[in-house]
């Protein structure tokens, strides 16, 4: 297979609405900006590959033609993506796999979502229809009885199990998290918080609270992916594609007491993209990881994982402050999904984004210190936590 590159970045930020934008629209604007940064433009591109999550939402089942025309891509090929949480992570899948196959030289992958576009005529409000429509896109028999109820269930079973992470280490890493954010300008929150506003804060579903659970935004986010010979060709420092992986793990009908507590798909994933970038020891060859932390304590269970320490030990790493910005290896430097912010069809290619920003120094007030030259893209999505990709990114 062919080598892959990143050589564009787009971002626009995360905001709980874009009022007076379309989907197109915000499209449009992540995707300009990721052409611009890679010295392309449409007529450059073989092959558009969209993440679009929840067609109820956009009120288009096929927005993927629509943002084809608008794009100014009529005429070339394109493919739409769509798993959960996970989608736009799975579409730079697709992207890779088109480049390295030798299908197509230049690939846009882009991830678009906008969610209170919708009007609830019963109650007047447009939370509700947001709310009531993503409910009919959720598996029916675990997600949309209990709403975010399960993840409160894998962190009781870990807890039960192993007796982490304690509530003080789940606010601990919220608490970092804010902070992170505030020094990334596209973040949807900009707030810091302490440990005790964090505990005292809402109950969403124990143990999470109010200020450990992620916003719903509206956002869009690109990358666009070259063969080796463009990217010497456009003279951009690359950020290769290193490492692939993709795991589908229904964690809820197998579920046991031996299961239970775990985030499969995450670790699914992340061994097959190890395995691909030649990565055996994640916490000493990383420089960083961007994953889902739609609630806090998920990324506690994340660490343990994605190898960065043994099952039940995720709490040490926050207690030793290794994933702080300052660590040894620091975590959703962007502020995650519950401050950076987060929606289904984006998270994915932003967080794609982000490490490659991050691995070309180009990360502003975040940046953090690149010393191994590799980044880890962490994904999870689903019917509780049913789905996953990864992506291990490098300077070489």
């Not at 993927?64 to 009529?74: A, C, I, P, T």
């Not at 299908?103 to 678009?112: A, I």
């Not at 000493?284 to 994953?291: A, G, I, K, P």
């Not at 490490?355 to 880890?376: E, F, W």
Request: hydrophobic share 40%; with cysteine.
């Amino acid at each position: 297979m062919r080598r892959v590159a990143i050589v564009g970045v787009g971002q626009i930020p995360f905001r709980s609405r874009y009022p007076a934008k379309t989907l197109y629209e915000l499209a449009f604007e992540a995707t300009r900006r990721a052409f611009q940064d890679a010295g392309v433009t449409a007529r450059d591109v073989d092959c558009a590959v969209y993440s679009v999550y929840a067609d109820l939402l956009n009120r288009q089942t096929t927005p993927d033609v629509m943002l084809q025309e608008y794009l100014g891509m009529n005429g070339k090929s394109g493919v739409r993506v769509t798993d959960g949480a996970a989608s736009s992570a799975y579409a730079a899948r697709v992207g890779y796999a088109e480049v390295a196959s030798g299908l197509s030289d230049v690939v846009l992958v882009l991830g678009v979502q906008k969610c209170l576009d919708v009007y609830e005529p019963r109650t007047g409000h447009r939370p509700d229809a947001a709310l009531t429509l993503e409910s009919w896109t959720l598996d029916v028999t675990w997600e949309l009885p209990y709403t975010v109820m399960p993840w409160g269930l894998v962190l009781t079973a870990h807890m039960a199990k192993y007796g982490t992470p304690t509530e003080q280490q789940i606010a601990k890493v919220a608490v970092k998290n804010h902070a992170n954010a505030l020094k990334n300008p596209n973040a949807h929150l900009h707030i810091a918080v302490t440990e005790e506003e964090v505990l005292r804060s809402r109950l969403i579903s124990w143990p999470t609270t109010m200020y450990e659970a992620c916003l719903y935004g509206e956002c869009a986010a690109a990358v666009v992916l070259a063969s080796a010979e463009r990217a010497r060709e456009l003279g951009k420092k690359p950020i290769w594609v290193a490492g692939v992986g993709s795991c589908h793990h229904n964690c809820n009908t197998e579920m046991s007491l031996e299961s239970a507590g775990r985030l499969w798909p995450v670790w699914g994933s992340a061994q097959q993209a190890y395995r691909m970038a030649g990565i055996t020891e994640p916490l000493e060859q990383l420089d960083l990881v961007e994953l889902n932390d739609l609630v806090s304590g998920l990324e506690i269970l994340s660490y343990e994982e994605l190898g960065l320490c043994p099952l039940g030990d995720g709490g040490r790493l926050v207690d030793e402050g290794v994933t702080e910005m300052s660590g040894a290896l620091p975590v959703n430097p962007s502020g995650g999904r519950i401050a950076a912010g987060h929606i289904a069809g984006v998270s994915g290619v932003y967080s794609a984004g982000e490490v490659a920003l991050q691995l070309r120094g180009d990360a502003g007030g975040r940046q953090v210190a690149i010393r191994r030259g590799r980044g880890l893209v962490s994904t999870l999505g689903g019917a509780g936590a049913g789905l996953s990709a990864a992506l291990i990114l490098s300077v070489e």
